[in-house]
């Protein structure tokens, strides 16, 4: 099975991709892990188009969809992906379907999920990240280091009201279009709103898996 998550910065993609992952037997591939990964293998193709990323740039369609096409061809993703971050874009969206049937392996399912701005707003804003593991948490947990890393959580400094806003902006703008392209398209297609912080990530997660039984996804 191949899912799509779609969803603003703090909508907890990351999140519900790593449980659904673990729950379904898939593997979650972000397009920010699978970058790092490149960018510590200086042998690999595509080490120095990504180079781009250290200085905080974008990397073009034609780069993401080579470095996805490359990833999805390992063996233990045979099994199905979770698509994450990725695609961002209508040419990252056609690459990917082209990509997948040529594999004979489609997309089954996307997930678009989605929270009230005021939820977005307080996970954001209270976000707090390990440099080390790139794991997420949030201050309300009152973590003083990571728990995995022992080192100290940091903070983003784009993580404030105003980029936030920008950033959810340029998220809608760019989004829209891929909503319209795979409600045009067969796949099925999932909406989970969140509406109010006082669910668990597991709650809003069983959620999910209780729709994708509805449609008889699963
Ligand atoms: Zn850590």
């Given at each position: 099975m191949n899912i799509i998550l779609l969803g603003p910065p703090g909508s907890g993609k990351g999140t519900q991709g790593s449980l659904l992952a673990k729950r379904l037997h898939l593997k979650q591939l972000s397009t920010g892990d699978l970058f790092r990964e490149i960018l510590n293998h200086p042998t690999h193709p595509l080490y120095s188009e990504l180079q781009v990323v250290k200085e905080g740039k974008l990397v073009s369609d034609d780069v993401v969809n080579k470095a996805v096409a490359d990833a999805i061809q390992k063996p233990e993703l045979r099994n199905g992906v979770i698509f994450d971050g990725y695609p961002r874009t209508i040419a990252q969206a056609e690459a990917l379907d082209e990509i997948l049937s040529g594999m004979g392996r489609p997309i089954d399912l996307v997930i678009e999920?989605?929270?009230?701005?005021?939820?977005?707003?307080?996970?954001?804003?209270?976000?707090?990240?390990?440099?080390?593991?790139?794991?997420?948490?949030?201050?309300?947990?009152?973590?003083?280091?990571?728990?995995?890393?022992?080192?100290?959580?940091?903070?983003?400094?784009?993580?404030?009201?105003?980029?936030?806003?920008?950033?959810?902006?340029?998220?809608?703008?760019?989004?829209?279009?891929?909503?319209?392209?795979?409600?045009?398209?067969?796949?099925?297609?999932?909406?989970?709103?969140?509406?109010?912080?006082?669910?668990?990530?597991?709650?809003?997660?069983?959620?999910?898996?209780?729709q994708m039984k509805q449609k008889s996804i699963l």
């Open positions: 999920l989605d929270a009230v701005p005021e939820v977005l707003f307080f996970r954001i804003l209270g976000r707090q990240i390990c440099p080390n593991c790139k794991r997420v948490f949030h201050e309300r947990q009152h973590l003083k280091e990571c728990p995995v890393c022992h080192i100290p959580l940091i903070r983003r400094k784009d993580d404030n009201k105003e980029t936030i806003r920008k950033r959810l902006e340029e998220y809608k703008s760019k989004t829209a279009p891929l909503r319209d392209y795979y409600h045009n398209s067969e796949t099925a297609y999932i909406r989970f709103l969140v509406q109010d912080d006082s669910k668990t990530p597991q709650e809003i997660n069983d959620g999910i898996m209780e």
